[in-house]
């Protein structure tokens, strides 16, 4: 049942380049997105005024992620919120908005007390849902169905890159019909993603070097993860993998912060690894690593190909392969998610069901 592979963890990060390919393909046609079968128009995108995004977890995290996105490309402002804040905090929502819940389970309470008050409060929902026939996908106006297939697995992997893929064939269909891209880049933006499932692939055939690092660091008492922008976005996932199933504190933070409190963290040998797939913020995050570096961290480098100066500040480099930047999340995070599981098996711990974690939060 778990296909050769030790736990379904692992067996789930090696589905990824299928999956993320299969939800892609559900939205695909003859080179364009189509977004019929979720059933929202072009009339109202065009409409949007405001989008809010609401989730818990991994789920959340794509969020983050996607808020860069879609104000990136479609220029629509992004509010992303926990789904446990949003539904206790009287939202104000506009009229003309939409609340986008993203879950895998389509359970998680939160989250369907979140879609539940949006609808009450007369704003159009759209739901990113893994479960077929799960309440939230239900209950949303529209459904956004990730074909990750059923995932076993407490911690997320597979079901969080799909809703990935999910969220930016949402903001470049937004961004085209609002004519904030050109349709030359929007064809080639989908070109792009088309060959994310293959490099993901790329990225899992040198696991190898992860778990090495893995076996030295799984000693370590405190993670810090540090980046900028869409990297911030990529620390929280793989701060969440780590902390989950390695029981090691973890923390994400966004690198400029790290001066304002997180830095009297560092000490000698801290593990600190930093995200840096952003060309336009490399430089700022690596001055962030210089300093953690001058306070004795150790630091580890994830990058893509061409970033080889990344050796100059940091003790170990991990590459990944170059994509378009807006869609480096869904190739940056497959390293964290095999350190955090690496990390785990050499600890000995139970990966695919660690202690306190339930794979559905269908209580408050
Ligand atoms: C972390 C993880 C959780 C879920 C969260 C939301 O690995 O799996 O953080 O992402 O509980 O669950 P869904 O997506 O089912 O609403």
């Known amino acids: 049942e778990k296909g050769g ?15 993320v390919e299969d939800t892609l393909n559900s939205v695909l046609k003859d080179g364009k997105i189509d977004l019929t079968e979720v059933g929202l128009t072009e009339e109202e995108m065009k409409e949007i005024s405001q989008i809010y995004i609401v989730a818990c977890g991994s789920a959340y995290h794509v969020g983050v992620a996607a808020q860069y996105v879609i104000e990136d490309l479609a220029r629509i402002p992004v509010r992303v919120e926990l789904a446990s ?11 003309n908005g939409l609340v986008i819940l993203v879950s895998q389970s ?9 879609l539940r008050e949006s609808k009450e409060l007369g704003v159009k929902t ?13 209950e949303a106006d529209n459904v956004f169905y990730t074909l990750a297939g059923p995932e076993i697995s407490v911690a997320t992997t597979k079901a969080y890159s799909t809703q990935l893929i999910a969220s930016y064939a949402l903001a470049l269909q937004l961004a085209k019909v609002r004519e904030t891209i050109s349709e030359e880049k929007y064809c080639e933006m989908i070109q792009e993603l088309t060959t994310i499932p293959r490099k993901i692939g790329k990225i899992l055939e040198d696991k190898e070097r992860i778990q090495w690092f893995a076996a030295k660091y799984a000693n370590s008492k405190d993670v810090f993860f540090i980046g900028r922008g ?5 620390c929280l996932e793989g701060s969440l993998k780590m902390k989950e199933i390695s029981y090691i504190h973890s923390e994400a933070y966004a690198a400029g912060e790290l001066k304002h409190g ?10 600190v690894i930093g995200v840096l797939t952003q060309d336009h913020l490399y430089e700022k995050t690596v001055s962030n690593l210089v300093e953690v570096k001058s306070r004795g961290a150790y630091l580890m480098g994830l990058t893509h190909y061409g970033n080889y100066n990344i050796e100059d500040t940091a003790d170990f480099a991990v590459y990944v392969p170059k994509t378009d930047e807006h869609f480096a999340t869904s190739l940056a995070v497959i390293p964290l998610q095999l350190l955090g599981y690496y990390v785990s098996v050499a600890k000995g711990l139970d990966v695919d069901k660690p202690r306190n974690l339930a794979k559905s939060v269908t209580v408050e």
């Open 262 to 271: 997180t830095i009297s963290l560092i000490e000698d040998g801290t593990l």
């Open 106 to 114: 389509g359970e998680t309470a939160d989250t369907l007390a979140a």
């Open 5 to 19: 592979f030790e736990h379904f963890m692992m067996k789930e990060i090696h589905e990824q380049p299928k999956v």
């Open 85 to 95: 804040e949003f539904r206790y905090r009287k939202p104000i929502l506009d009229k």
């Open 126 to 138: 759209l739901a990113i849902v893994n479960v077929v026939g799960s309440s939230i996908a239900r």
């Open 230 to 234: 869409i990297d911030y976005a990529i």
